[in-house]
């Protein structure tokens, strides 16, 4: 890893022209909901359900939405926005496009969705974004105060998130670093990959844009996309060190205004540890079953099973009614072969403008990852204590100690109601309330909370654009708080972030 920043740092003092960025990243929910609400109404194509998200499937319709005579000006609008989203990419000359972000709090949040936010009480960043031709490099750096992991506060120290490298080849986009990502038809929760841990180093590949295939036996298949990536899981962990994590995305959309995508996450390798726990087996053959969509390496016992596999359908439809978008959406997340250990998430929502108010969007969801049992009648109907952990890979899908998926971690439910409005002056202001079940089955080796916590939870916010850059504040408060058990510890956090980019 130390060798692809050092490759980074030295192919960005060679560019010669900063161009477009590859893709839209991750973190700013504005984006995500205007790419939703011109996808529902058929004027951007292709799924829209992993991001980062490339420019090249909705740049040019976007920009062509913002001047066209038969959409509302409630589309216009969002067009307006991802637009200058976009250009904010664009070519610079030598220089490079930068963004500095600064976020401060007195309390990392509980409950983290699609908007990111400080992962400690001090998160300073700064990024420099230089492409060419079909090249783009992010390098830059990071600082956090200070990171809970095992029940011990670790100092404040340097982090390289969100930084990579990537090239177009053809309709396909390779890179390798560490961006952020998020697989899922939601920007509250995802149960597959989401940034509630910090991006894992991975190098991978996508296809860009989106068009049909041409083939009359695959053309009902849609606008469809392509992507995989291998990371390795490096830091503090109980089972296996540096152990590998291989995925696998397919989406595409057969008819109008439906999304389908199937995914398959394999962990497998991993070197020794300190409590002495042998080498993972890591061959050919276990690396081949992992690719396969269907199946594992799993074998049964924990001598010679070599994996931990986590397999997700995603399923999403939205469409105007009236004046209104409307859009569900669900997921389902199983565990290890043969997959019939199901967690799920469901949510409805509904967007609009209203005149001299702006463009606004209400919704429920509600999610379980205490898993259900498909395929196996005899046996308790819960599966309690599988979803994101293993008894082979014991510190599951999570890295750094945090989960890869959903942010309330296994074993939880979460039903929330959210909305958010954007004024005139593009104002982005927004709240939810949350009902969380944690940790329902007392399971010691979840990351969030080790006992059962009952907690209600309620937050505030506005994105306030100005000359010198988005001030992003936010409120929070909930009824009680993680590991506490037997009494009731309410808090109340204030988070406030300044993000720039020139």
């Known amino acids: 890893m130390r060798i692809f920043f050092m490759f980074v740092l030295a192919s960005a003092s060679l560019s010669c022209a900063a161009t477009a960025s590859q893709w839209a990243e991750v973190g700013d929910k504005q984006l995500r909901e205007d ?12 799924p829209v359900l992993s991001w980062p998200l490339p420019w090249e499937q909705i740049a040019e319709d976007a920009t062509q939405a913002t001047t066209a005579d038969d959409i509302s000006p409630f589309l216009q609008a969002a067009a307006r926005r991802i637009v200058a989203r976009y250009h904010e990419h664009r070519e610079r000359g030598l220089r490079p496009n930068v963004e500095i972000k600064m ?37 830059g750096i990071g600082y956090q105060q200070s990171q809970v992991f095992e029940g011990q506060t670790y100092g404040g120290h340097v982090v390289a998130d969100n930084i990579y490298v990537s090239k177009k080849l053809g309709n396909w986009i390779f890179f390798a670093g560490t961006p ?20 894992y180093p991975k190098v991978g590949f996508k296809r860009a844009a989106t068009a049909a295939p041409e083939s009359r036996w695959l053309s009902w298949i849609g606008p469809w996309r392509l992507e995989a990536s291998a990371g390795v899981l490096t830091g503090p962990r109980h089972d296996y060190q540096n152990s590998y994590i291989l ?125 259900i049992r498909l395929l196996q009648p005899g046996l308790p109907r819960r599966q309690l204590g599988s979803t994101y952990l293993n008894y082979v890979y014991t510190d599951g899908f999570s890295f750094r100690g945090q989960p890869l998926g959903a942010s309330i971690d296994g074993d939880a439910n979460m039903v929330s ?19 969380i079940d944690l940790n329902i089955s007392n399971t010691p080796s979840y990351r969030i909370s080790q006992n059962r916590e009952h907690i209600w939870f309620g937050e505030a916010g506005v994105v306030w654009p100005t000359a010198w850059g988005d001030v992003d504040v936010k409120a929070r408060a909930q009824s009680d708080s993680p590991n506490t058990p037997g009494r009731k510890v309410a808090r109340a956090e204030a988070e406030a972030g300044w993000t720039v980019r020139f």
Do not use: M
């Open 417 to 435: 109601a959210y909305g958010s409005l954007t004024d005139t002056h593009n104002r982005r202001w927004s709240g939810a309330v949350r009902y």
């Open 103 to 139: 976020q401060a709090t007195n309390g990392a949040t509980l409950v983290r969705d699609f908007s990111g936010g400080a992962r400690s009480k001090a998160d300073v960043s700064a990024r420099f974004e230089h492409g060419w031709d079909s090249t783009t490099i992010v390098y």
């Open 180 to 199: 952020d990502e998020w697989w899922g038809p939601s920007g509250e929760q995802s149960l597959s990959l989401s940034n509630t841990a910090r991006p």
């Open 247 to 371: 995925s696998q995305r397919f989406e595409f959309s057969p008819f109008s205004h439906f999304e389908i995508a199937a995914t398959k996450t394999t962990q497998i390798c991993g070197k020794k540890n300190p409590a002495g726990l042998p080498d993972r087996k890591c061959g050919l053959s276990v690396i081949a079953k992992s690719l396969v969509l269907v199946g594992s390496a799993n074998s049964g016992t924990l001598a010679t099973d070599s994996s931990n596999s986590g397999a997700s359908i995603d399923l999403r439809y939205g469409r105007p009614v009236g004046n209104v978008n409307f859009n569900f959406y669900s997921q389902f997340f199983a565990e290890d072969s043969p997959f019939d250990s199901v967690s799920k998430l469901a949510g409805i929502s509904f967007a609009g403008h209203t005149a001299g108010l702006g463009s606004w969007k209400i919704g429920a969801e509600a999610i379980d990852t205490a898993a």
């Open 35 to 46: 790419v939703e609400i011109l996808h529902d109404a058929g004027v951007l194509h292709g």
